[in-house]
């Protein structure tokens, strides 16, 4: 909310179940840093969501177990805007104007809306599904955001934001800054427990490798000591030779803020359980009092709307001012 400070937007689906340790160590914790030299604002992109069906009452809890988790872990009301999309009508209001100048083409051309499309068929596939890049344009184009964080799946829908924010500037003056993509120095990569090859990943077939933020303390304990490793004893840093154990180091060195080779040197000649269990033992103690946070959140559903109306709020005069500006510029 410091007018000198870059504009950073992101947005997270709502889930009904649990972030797990690999968006906590690759995306959330990014966040929260962020806090310190950016404005962030943060939004749970409900909007988003239906375009697959969603039942009302499990997508209304989703939006708060979700917000719930990203204040747990430190998503601070004082230094970023946390908001619910559908909150914010100027989002809708603004992706209508935006798809007016969205080639059919152009959007057909989307790769993550070919490959959904092509798995549901198109009698499934919802006309929301093919504008979703536009929404997220609307998203970003509010904000006068600098900057986005994103992932390799998200960066043409990126580009095609910037595309759009160019073209409306051609054509009805200076609007919109042009976002650039915010790709973090480091950002740890998760692997599966039990597939250490794999990312670690909601969708995963089985959850005995998947770390979740909800967890009780003593399944995610459970899950560090049946995480798979190999036959070998050593604990040494091999991507290649070594998936399990470079994930554990990956995952210890990220939640203690420690390097690599110092935990090399440390569990030098030890075996496999020891460094096991202290990994554990870090996780839990990371993991731990936001799951806590988020129950205590989740326990006074007054107070949590409360507070993501506080944000709505905040978010709405900054895309209000926006929106008028763009309605003025195309003649409404
Ligand atoms: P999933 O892959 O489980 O579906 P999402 O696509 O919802 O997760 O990702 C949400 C955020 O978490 C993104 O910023 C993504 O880059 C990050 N993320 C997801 N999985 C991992 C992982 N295994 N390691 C590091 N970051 C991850
Ligand atoms: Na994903």
Redesign the pocket.
Known sequence: MNASRPVVF?G??P?SDS?????Y????VNWVALQDDHDPIYCVVDLHAITVPQEPGALREATRRTAAQYLAAGVDLDRSTLFVQSQVPAHAELAWVLGTLTGFGEASRMTQFKDKSAKQGTDATTVGLFTYPVLMASDILLYDTQLV???D?QRQHLELTRDLAGRFNSRFGETFVVPEALIPKE??????LQEPTA??????QSEAGLVKVMDDPAVTAKKFRSAVTDTGREVRYDLREKPGISNLLDILAATTGRSIPELEAEYDGRGYGDFKKDVADAVVERLAPIRTRTLELLEDPAELDRLLAIGAERASERAERMLRTVYDRVGF
């Open positions: 992101s997270m689906q889930s972030l797990h340790l690999g968006n160590l690759g995306a959330l964080p994103v992932g799946d950002s740890a990569r998760i692997y599966d990312k670690m990943s909601k969708s995963a």
